[in-house]
T-cell receptor
Framework: EAGVVQSPRYKIIEKKQPVAFWCNPI?????LYWYRQNLGQGPELLIR????????DSQLPKDRFSAERLKGVDSTLKIQPAELGDSAVYLC????????????FGPGTRLLVL | KQEVTQIPAALSVPEGENLVLNCSFT??????LQWFRQDPGKGLTSLLL?????REQTSGRLNASLDKSSGRSTLYIAASQPGDSATYLC???????????FGAGTRLFVKA
């Protein structure tokens, strides 16, 4: 069974430029999460989807970040415009349902904003 | 507000040693606690999940315990190997909430 797929793996952009990350969760997983992980820290939740509905986006900086999960499968996280402080690893995870406990993580996208 | 702390931040041991990683959390009202492993440049891999009603879980050389009343969990690794070198993170899911709270991790290095 394929795991969570993310692309790109690495991205280097200049500040004020837009950037987008893509995630394909494990087939059949209804819940999808986007996390941001800063160097030396644990992941922090940005947004959680139940199917196509964003049910927890309280940590998403809505002035510059946006996300969508069309048809309840793939998801895209966008930053526009990017700032220096956005440099981090962006992780996508999925689970069968939110209460099904185990989250399966993708390899992440490492973003560097110059 | 739930906070998760992991001690030590880094640990170096010779191959073959048994070791314990510690995780503490401030609010005992949790749904479950999970231990993850993260290799450099990669995502997280789930190791063990302990439900709030459980005291421990075991998988191979790994054993995780949970003491909700004291807000503590430990991950025991028996007969450590160089392949165990990675960052180990613990995460709690608060009762009634949906946001998993992660610790900063313990970076483990097992010397051959």
């Amino acid at each position: 069974e394929a795991g969570v797929v993310q692309s790109p793996r690495y991205k280097i952009i200049e500040k004020k430029q837009p950037v987008a990350f893509w995630c394909n969760p494990i087939s059949g997983h209804n819940t999808l999460y986007w996390y941001r992980q800063n160097l030396g820290q644990g992941p922090e939740l940005l947004i959680r989807y139940e199917n196509e509905e964003a049910v927890d986006d309280s940590q998403l900086p809505k002035d510059r970040f946006s996300a969508e999960r069309l048809k309840g499968v793939d998801s895209t996280l966008k930053i526009q415009p990017a700032e220096l402080g956005d440099s981090a690893v962006y992780l996508c995870a999925s689970s069968l349902s939110d209460r099904k406990e185990t989250q399966y993580f993708g390899p992440g996208t490492r973003l560097l904003v110059l | 507000k739930q906070e998760v702390t992991q001690i030590p931040a880094a640990l170096s041991v010779p191959e073959g040693e048994n070791l314990v990683l510690n995780c503490s959390f401030t609010d005992s009202a949790i749904y479950n606690l999970q231990w993850f492993r993260q290799d450099p440049g990669k995502g997280l891999t789930s190791l063990l999940l302990i439900q709030s009603s459980q005291r421990e879980q075991t998988s191979g050389r790994l054993n995780a315990s949970l003491d909700k009343s004291s807000g503590r969990s430990t991950l025991y690794i028996a007969a450590s190997q160089p392949g165990d070198s990675a960052t180990y993170l613990c995460a709690v899911r608060p009762t009634g909430g949906f946001k998993t709270i992660f610790g900063a991790g313990t970076r483990l290095f097992v010397k051959a």
